[in-house]
Each structure stands twice: as structure tokens, then as C-alpha cells.
């Protein structure tokens, strides 16, 4: 089977990383976090020979889902005879998803309210473009956040849960720092140590090394 395959692209006012994966030689992508702008997501990834078999989303934050709608709707335009392309995301997001207060949109001057499709649990599994991932339920950045972690691959996509030699911030509505640490700690670093972790903001590292050296898990 063909090697599974991450790109990047980083957008918006936060320089949030988006993501796509898709096997080697295949047309098929997956999206995670559209950060905004997903008129522009969907034609770059068009341009590029990929299509949207699916959304995921790590959490809620306005500079993760600011091009989510316009995603979902570029990719399913058109699309008939195609299966419906959805978002998933964890169900404890799903009231900050639709709160503009919430998801902090409305303070950072664009508000958005939206939903995802397909609402998941810790542990579930999703198949999308030939691909398994599973869903790891880390709360503490936000209530619902969560981190996707593709084993065949070796990759840890976690959002705004870990980020190289650092954490995310928790003094947004639904986080907490010590229920953050938990997530990490007991959920993350379980992980094998070469398990390379695609974060939200920032460059990737491995479980290995921020077991290692981050501060705010010692």
C-alpha cells in the first residue's frame, strides 16, 4: 500500500498550520484544520491534482475553522454522484463550534458559528481516503479538543495540544492548564517516541523529544 504523506499550509492572522494527507500517487486528501480562506485551501489543493475526501478538525478556535464552511461547500459543489465530504470533530466541541462567544471569533472581529457533521469520541476510529486514524481525546486547550494519530504513518496531528517544546494556552472559554498537562501526559506520551507530531502553530517534533525536553510537561 502506498506511503501515507503530509503537506502543509499555513494561514491567516495566526499563522495556523492546515494540513492535508493523502496516500502517494492517489487524488484523495484529507483536511485538517481549514485555518481560513477555504475558498483558496479547496483551489490550491484542485490545482495540485487532490480532492476533499474529508474534514477533520482538532478543536473549534476561530483560526482553525475560519475556512471550514467554505471548504465543505467548495468540495461538495459540484460534486454529484460523489459522497458527501464532512467535518468531524469531537463531541464536547460541539457548543463551542456554534458559538461565536465561544470559539473566540467574535472577539477577533469576524464572527463564525458553525457545526461539524460527524461528531466522534476518544478512541473512535475514521477511514477516509484509504486512511485510518485514530481519534485521542486530549481536553484543556478546549473542552473538546483532540489530536488524530494515523499509527501506519507514525503521525500525531495535535492541534493546539502539543506544540515543540511547548503547550497550548488555556485562558480561552473551556480550557484548563492542569486538565491540559493530563491529556498530554496520559494520552500523548503513551505514543512511541518516533511518532512525529504535526502541531497547529509552529514546526513539527516527535513524542520523543518533547518527553525529553518540554517544561511544561517535566
Known sequence: MAEIKIGRMVLGVCQTNCYFLYRDGTQDAVVVDPADKGANIYAALQKNGFRVAGILLTHGHFDHIWGLDALRDA????????????????????????????????????????????????????????????????????????????????????????????????????????????????????????????PGHGERTTIGYEKANNPFCV
Open 75 to 198: 468540495a461538495n459543489g459540484g460534486a454529484e454522484g460523489l459522497e458527501e465530504v464532512k467535518a468531524y470533530a469531537c463531541e464536547e466541541e460541539r457548543e463551542l463550534l456554534k458559538s461565536a462567544r465561544l470559539n473566540v471569533s467574535a472577539q477577533a472581529g469576524r464572527a463564525c458559528e458553525t457545526y461539524a457533521d460527524v461528531y466522534v469520541k476518544d478512541g473512535q476510529e475514521i477511514t477516509l481516503a484509504g486512511m485510518t486514524c485514530k481519534v485521542i481525546a486530549t481536553p484543556g486547550h478546549t473542552a473538546g479538543g483532540c489530536c488524530y494519530y494515523f499509527a501506519e504513518a507514525g503521525i500525531l496531528v495535535s492541534g493546539d495540544t502539543l506544540f515543540a517544546e511547548s503547550v497550548g494556552r488555556t485562558d480561552f472559554p473551556t480550557g484548563s492548564m492542569g486538565t491540559l498537562i493530563r491529556s498530554i501526559k496520559e494520552k500523548l506520551f503513551v505514543l512511541p517516541d518516533d511518532t512525529k507530531v504535526y
